[in-house]
């Protein structure tokens, strides 16, 4: 990665330029980064989601509602992502920040809060009493285990430190379990006889994920939604035949095209309550644009310490 000066993009027809303040460093832009195709590179800017104000808007009824506004955004092109000064994007692609959600917090409103409520929303719909949540210490693993709690949803958090599992248990008081512990499976296979677990959210795979599917009660399901572990899924058909068990992909793009511009509106306006006045994300550190490859190796070293955010302007 390199960072260049570039003509600053101009908005076209339903589009907004946005003079950004703030942008994430979420697994899913190094997932974006070591898929860059050959011909992408030589003009491809990272970065899904972030948070600015609307300097410029493109001809549009909603373009120009935008114009002037605070918003969070997320890029709609790869040649304009969130790490850059100025973004083009679609004015659709922008939500307005009320005064109380900062740059900072408003910079993170899409990937994983809306992930979070998706989950809060199949949990209810699918009647789950129970959930074991993989990598719960994760920003959006701390997100679906609040939601989740305030559903009356009972949660089983796994994590792989005893410093996580601390951490978690302070949080919530609730079932933490962590996966380096040599009792691990013996611990998993009492927790889950005592609350009957029937979905499993793992963002991790490996072979743990056929292991604690197959401990689970019969008509229970798993979504598979991050490559956290960087290992094949490797299930034993067994686990899946016998007892009516099913697996699933979940991703955010996905699964906001099925919903209506009413469903999406309601839970745009969920998210942003969510991040205002019940939860907020923690805060690594800010760095400038010419400091995120270092960042990125860093990040990656230590996720659960909170997120690194790239600051966009020099009052950041
Ligand atoms: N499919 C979708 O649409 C979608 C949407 C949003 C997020 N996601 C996925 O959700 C996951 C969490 O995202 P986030 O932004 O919340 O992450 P984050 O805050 O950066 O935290 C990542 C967490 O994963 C843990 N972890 C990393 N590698 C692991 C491994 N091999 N085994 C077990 N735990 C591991 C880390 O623990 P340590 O601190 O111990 O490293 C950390 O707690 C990511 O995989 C992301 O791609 C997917």
Known sequence: ???????????????????????????????????????????????????????????????????????????????????????????????????????????????????????????????????????????????????????????????????????????????????????CYSILREVIHAFSPTLFLDPVGGEMHDVILSLMPENSKSIIYGTLSGEKLEINPRTLIAANKTITGFFLGHFLQQQNGVQLLRMVLEARRFLSREHTIQVREHVPLEKVQDAIQRYMQNMSAGKFLVALHPDN
């Open 1 to 183: 990665m390199e960072v260049r000066e570039v003509p600053v993009p101009e908005p076209d027809k339903g589009e907004v330029l946005v003079k950004m303040a703030y942008a994430p460093l979420n697994p899913s832009d190094i997932n974006r980064l070591k898929s860059i195709g050959e011909d992408e590179l030589a003009y491809f800017i990272p970065g899904l989601e972030g948070s600015g104000i609307v300097v410029r808007a493109g001809k549009g009824i909603l373009p120009a509602y935008m114009k002037g506004k605070r918003v969070a955004c997320n890029a709609a092109y790869s040649y304009s992502g969130t790490w850059a000064e100025y973004m083009v994007t679609k004015a659709s692609r922008c939500f307005p920040l009320p005064g109380n959600i900062s740059d900072e917090q408003g910079a993170m409103l899409f990937v994983n809060p809306m992930t979070a409520l998706a989950f809060r929303n199949i949990a209810v719909h699918e009647k789950h009493k129970a959930v074991i949540s993989q990598a719960a210490g994760s920003a959006l693993g701390q997100m679906v285990l609040q939601l989740l709690q305030k559903e009356k949803i009972t949660v089983i958090n796994l994590v792989r430190s005893d410093e996580q599992e601390k951490r978690l248990k302070s949080l919530s008081g609730g079932i933490v379990i962590n996966t380096n512990n040599p009792d």
